[in-house]
């Protein structure tokens, strides 16, 4: 046990030295050159709304996991105003074909076999701000960290794992490879830290990114920590459609939202509206199949796993991970958190 205890924490941890300034500036102006070359092209051959993301070849990916300088949100309709501390996500234009952008990128999150080469495409985008670029690519840095921290080290502890007895045992090991695999060209050096990934996300969140903006919550760093602005993050995100940004609140509303008076009256503060969020969103099209993140996550690093390797996320949850007498309560959160009128939701954004 106190192996697999250094094992979870080893996912929190990564080290790596910080980028030159010289060539980061450098890296910079050559990508803006080529994003600025390859969307002329698109403008003259009509694609450039459908592009999901700037192919630039071998343009390596950015060092220590840093994300790119923060941009300065575009002025268009202001929200609301929040008594806030620190600045608040701009609003967002319509654009369908955003959206489905958008969409295609979680795909892409999901089913890549090669997250780093994944990275390094998404790496001018990133540079140059584009929201659903950073929030991905954040993702795969939450993913790949405990793996990039020590190759070897993750290596030698699914040996450990390999070797104890039971099918729970067989699960883990095999969640373990899958993420290995996936993430097998990351090393200690590319620095994939907490750290950097909530940096990406605070940029991604004041881009617009309700996904971004929600998982900061959980992490207990949010972009406001009134009352007030909390409140109207969880409510935002009930009001939408995106699956992405209820799983990513998902955690910041189970036992860590006990006693908290900006959630009065939420579905929050239980471990029972921990997993309500996460099958409402599993039932708004996040993917929950038995090789998503969703489920890789909870097994290679919390060690729950279902022992049918068939087995999806929502069937796992009520066949193992509750009481029975627990199920009908689970239901009634789950339609609480998608009986609301759902307005349209734009590339991982809300409307304001």
């Keep these: 046990m106190r192996q697999f205890a250094a094992l979870v924490d080893s996912l929190f941890s990564g080290r790596g030295a910080a980028p030159v300034a010289g060539l980061a500036r450098a890296l910079m102006l050559a990508v803006l050159a080529a994003l600025l070359v390859a969307g002329l092209a698109r403008m003259r051959d009509g694609e450039a709304a459908s592009a999901v993301v700037v192919d630039t070849g071998e343009a390596p990916m950015m060092p220590g996991g840093a994300s790119a300088p923060r941009p300065v949100p575009a002025v268009r309709d202001q929200p609301a105003p929040v008594q806030a501390t620190r600045p608040v996500p701009t609003a967002s234009v ?20 090669d997250l780093y080469a994944l990275s390094r495409d998404l790496a001018p985008a990133v540079m140059a701000g584009d929201a659903d670029a950073l929030w991905v690519n954040s993702r795969i840095h939450d993913y790949c960290a405990g793996y990039a921290a020590s190759p070897a080290g993750y290596a030698r502890d699914t040996g450990v794992l390999a070797r104890l007895d039971g099918r729970r045992a067989a699960a883990l090991r095999a969640a373990r490879e899958r993420v290995a695999q996936r993430c097998g060209r990351f090393a200690p050096v590319d620095a994939l830290t907490v750290a950097g990934v909530i940096r990406q996300r605070e940029d991604a969140a004041l881009a617009g990114h309700l996904a971004a903006e929600a998982s900061l919550l959980a992490l207990e760093v949010p972009l ?59 039932r708004q099209g996040l993917d929950c199949g038995p090789g998503s993140a969703l489920m890789t996550g909870y097994c290679a690093n919390g060690g729950i796993c279902a022992r049918d390797a068939r087995q999806d996320f929502e069937g796992f949850v009520y066949d193992a991970a509750i009481p029975r007498q627990g199920a009908e309560e689970l239901e009634d959160m789950v339609d609480t958190l998608l009986q609301r009128v759902q307005p349209q939701r734009v590339s991982g954004r809300l409307e304001r």
């Design 94 to 113: 319509h654009r369908p074909l955003a959206a489905r952008r958008a969409d295609a990128l979680a795909a892409a999150f999901e089913r890549a076999p």
């Design 224 to 282: 406001d920590d009134s009352p007030e602005y909390l409140r109207d993050l969880v409510e935002r995100v009930h009001r939408s459609s995106d699956a992405e940004a209820f799983a990513a609140l998902s955690p910041g509303m189970g036992v860590a939202a006990s006693g908290r008076t900006a959630f009065a009256g939420l579905v929050a503060g239980t471990p029972l509206a921990e997993l309500a969020w996460q099958l409402a969103a599993c």
